[in-house]
């Protein structure tokens, strides 16, 4: 092994294999893979386009200062050093902040270490039957987390994956890929003396396979089909400081508007435009709050993409203006595929700026999606971008709110229905992306990720001032820059609920915190059991919609009867109640690139019981949700980390009753939800099980103690009404039995403009306190945006079931409670 080191790199090289290795100044190490060939020779004939994932400009690489004495180069600032020891011949390049890398002895083998000394055992370069191969060692109860959508459970450890957009409507625990690639894995180190967590990124949008303990439990293996990599290793102490550094690099959703966190109703289709209009006033009737409906397929002319059906949707522009003063917002689907159609205005346009993807022999390519015969943009090219941008003036100039994008894997009927992973053009269909004209293959994860780019584009372009809510099914690393993400056509089973969860949190752990599920399930018909219990679950995560497929039932919360119909608003009413807290979990998100659905070993990352636990989940760092997966069950397993809990859910879940703080419960409104209930909490004690009871109309739900809630005190229904609530904010306090000091910052702005990106905002610190003294600090951080509450009403919950309710002025101020 022979090394060099220039101003910013440690290149290793042995025989014809070559790493170059760099350092950011935040620690993230990024090692560029070459196999030479007989053709290729030189280290400088690199094929390597522009990243999909990591921003230009975003990675910079650490000056690096050299040789033995560097201690006060390092000690200077953020200037990486690299290190020599002729004896043993390892070579090191250090980060200033601690972590490290080493290549030593014979074949490239380097060792990643994290700042207190957690490391990847033998982490070794090679060529493989295809292109570079990398393999590591795996501890003995080491784990994984991550990999984006994925189906199984939360630990990745003991599988295969492979990176490769796919529709594949059939998710069972062991099928392989969906429709969406992430190339990143955090290895959580548990058996090398020191923990840790390195997250290891493969920079590429080709096919590649992630073998992590499959073939061999001690060895993790990722093989690529090209003869370059692209790695960045990212050592952390946890997996949040890893997730923190990973969205560092590829980037995080920007703050949606905040009607898109409210409820959110779908099904293929709702049409004409009556049914929508009847849809709409069922929820507004019954005192069910809702925020959007979508229009899926069957609102185009003959599922031509950016148009509308003459007969279903005569006139789109009057019926999104009704849904517009009824408080909706409407997203409507668009997919890639173009009608070939000589009279369909985008195909003609499309093909006089030739946009439209070729073959290798020059034809335009024609494959089949919904409307048949169909072509598909080349959205790898940035005048391809920019002309699908253009087209959605058929949208938005008649009031479309939002786009979702799907069958952009892309999905193509003229491939092999039983191998999916062919259920997409073939390989001699050629994209114009960063490496020059290629093969689809090369780019095939990043084809949906650049539609999104052309639609964020329209967004960009047509609604400057507002911010934009986009869904979409495929995606690749950074997808999250773009989108919220679907996990897809699930089922309505419970398996398929139970799957959700751990499908979010590595998602979240992936940097696409802005996920959901259809609730409900896609394909088949949901029992009105499963549906409340979907609906109590995911009126915790972050994209909240029901949607299902065309030839079901109906799917409204209201299509199971009355008693469901009662979840339904509970839950809905929960999830309106919920929003200052979960807009504030955004904000930090957006901050540190920690997920607003966190898993349970975020809690304690001491405690193997939570390690690979995938039944139950964390909303930020406070609210513990257990969701229940069986049918007929009434009850079930609660574990609780350490510390204490309380029990919230038997008063969280509420409806049709006005209680006043300091009066009896008096009968309301449906629809109405309070929190402003004086019934006190039971306190657990945690790092032990409870066997909980769960009635059909709640799951369980516990507050860590020492926890503020910002709340409001009643749902709006749809988010301009939340003017309506605004005046009071209800800041629950869950007092601690033992000293505690918790800081929660509330965040808000005006909800829907991009003012808060030039600084208008306003973030308030909450500093809680006791138990000597139960104190709450409220101090404004930032304050470049002037709305606020009127009123605090803070509500401490003591231990012994004791509750005092206070109302304050909302002002900055140190506020006793006794
Ligand atoms: C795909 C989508 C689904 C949608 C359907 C019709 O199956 O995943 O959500 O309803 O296409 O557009």
Same mark, same amino acid.
């Given at each position: ?59 910079? *690489? ?45 074949? &490239? ?79 959580? @180190? ?9 997250? &290891?990124?493969? #920079? ?28 960045? !290793?990212?050592?952390?102490?946890? @997996? ?171 999905? #193509? ?15 001699? !269909? ?147 109640? @919920? ?5 504030? &979990? ?9 997920? &607003? ?35 007929? *069950? ?26 006043? *703080? ?31 009871? *769960? ?124």
């Amino acid at each position: 092994m022979t090394h060099t080191i220039s101003s910013s790199k440690l290149e290793v090289r042995d025989g014809s294999l070559r790493c170059a290795c760099s350092v950011s100044e935040n620690g993230i190490f990024r090692v560029h893979v070459q196999l030479l060939t007989s053709t290729v020779t030189s280290v400088e004939a690199s094929v390597l386009g522009d990243s999909y994932a990591v921003p230009a400009g975003c990675f910079q *690489a650490a000056p690096i200062s050299q040789g033995n004495t560097s201690a006060s180069a390092a000690a200077k600032g953020r200037e990486a050093r690299t290190e020599h020891n002729p004896s043993s011949g390892e070579v090191v390049l250090h980060a200033a902040c601690g972590s490290r890398l080493s290549a030593l002895g014979e074949g &490239l083998e380097l060792q990643i270490q994290t700042a207190s000394g957690g490391a990847l055992k033998g982490l070794s370069f090679s060529r493989g039957t295809k292109g570079v191969e990398i393999r590591w060692g795996i501890g003995p109860a080491d784990r994984f987390y991550g990999l984006g959508e994925r189906s199984g459970f939360l630990d990745k450890r003991g599988r295969s994956y492979l990176m490769w957009n796919t529709d594949e409507p059939f998710h069972h625990e062991l099928r392989d890929p969906l429709y969406q690639s992430v190339p990143f894995v955090i290895h959580r @180190l548990t058996d090398s003396g020191a923990d840790g967590a390195i997250g &290891l990124f493969l #920079d590429d949008p080709g096919r590649s396979v992630f073998d992590l303990g499959e073939s061999d439990p001690g060895t993790a293996v990722i093989r690529t089909e090209r003869n370059e990599a692209v790695i960045y !290793l990212l050592p952390g102490e946890n @997996l949040f400081d890893v997730t923190s550094a990973y969205t560092w690099l590829t980037g995080r959703h920007e703050l949606p508007p905040r009607w898109a966190l409210g409820y959110q109703q779908c099904r293929y289709s709702y049409y004409p435009d009556s049914r929508v209009l009847e849809i709409a006033d069922e929820f507004r009737r019954r005192r069910i709050p809702c925020d959007v409906i979508y229009l899926d397929i069957h609102y185009m002319d003959g599922y031509r993409v950016f148009t509308w059906d003459p007969e279903r949707f005569p006139d789109p522009q009057a019926l999104i203006a009704r849904l517009h003063e009824h408080g909706f917002r409407v997203v409507t689907i668009v997919d890639p595929g173009v009608k070939i159609d000589p009279e369909y205005d985008v195909y003609l346009s499309g093909s006089a700026r030739n946009v439209f993807a070729r073959q290798a022999d020059g034809a335009v390519y024609a494959g089949e999606v919904w409307p048949g015969a169909a072509v598909f943009p080349d959205f790898l090219r940035q005048d391809t971008r920019a002309w699908w941008a253009s087209q959605h003036h058929a949208m938005f100039d008649v009031g479309v709110d939002g786009i979702w994008n799907d069958m952009n894997e892309p999905a #193509d009927f003229t491939g092999d229905v039983l191998d999916r992973t062919k259920f997409t053009p073939p390989g001699d !269909l050629m994209l114009d992306g960063s490496a020059g004209l290629r093969s689809i293959d090369r780019y095939h994860n990043v084809y949906g990720q650049m539609m999104c780019a052309a639609t964020a584009d329209a967004f960009a372009k047509q609604k400057p001032e507002l911010r934009p809510l986009m869904v979409t099914r495929a995606g690749y690393a950074g997808i999250q820059r773009y989108a919220a993400v679907w996990t897809g056509d699930n089922d309505s089973s419970w398996a398929h609920l139970s799957m959700m969860i751990p499908m979010l949190l590595n998602m979240g752990l992936s940097g696409i915190a802005f996920c959901g599920s259809d609730v409900g399930g896609f394909q088949g018909n949901a029992s009105g059991e499963l549906f409340a219990r979907w609906m109590l679950s995911s009126c915790f995560t972050p994209f909240f919609r029901a949607h299902t497929s065309t030839g079901t039932r109906d799917h409204e919360p209201w299509a199971f009867g009355a008693e469901v119909e009662g979840v339904c608003r509970r839950a809905i009413l929960l999830r309106g109640r @919920l929003l200052p807290y979960i807009y504030s &979990l955004f904000d930090e998100y957006r901050r540190t690139g920690r997920p &607003l659905l966190r898993p349970m070993l975020s809690a304690d990352w001491d405690d193997p019981r939570l390690a690979g636990m995938w039944n139950q989940f964390l909303v930020g760092a406070d609210l513990l949700v257990a969701p229940v997966l069986e049918p007929e *069950a009434r009850s079930r397993v609660v574990y609780l980390p350490a510390g204490r809990w309380y029990r919230w859910d038997e008063v969280c879940f509420v409806d049709e009753i006005e209680v006043q *703080a300091d009066g009896p419960g008096t009968p309301g409104t449906p629809g109405t939800n309070t929190n402003t209930d004086n019934r006190g909490l039971a306190l657990y004690h945690g790092g032990q099980e409870y066997l909980v009871d *769960a009635p059909l109309d709640r799951i369980p739900v516990f507050v860590r103690a020492g926890a503020v809630l910002p709340l409001y005190a009643r749902a709006p229904q749809y988010e301009a009404d939340s003017a309506a609530v605004d005046a009071e904010l209800v800041l629950c306090l869950f007092a601690d039995t033992e000293a505690f000091s918790s800081e929660l910052i509330v965040y808000d702005d005006d909800r829907e403009s991009q003012a808060y990106l030039q600084g208008e905002f306003r973030r308030e610190r909450l500093l809680f306190s006791g138990p000597a003294k139960y104190q709450l600090d409220i101090s404004t951080r930032e304050s470049g945006y002037d709305r606020r509450a009127e009123r605090y009403r803070l509500q401490l919950y003591e231990p012994g079931g004791k509750v005092l309710t206070r109302i304050i002025e909302a002002e900055d101020g140190v506020y006793s409670l006794e």
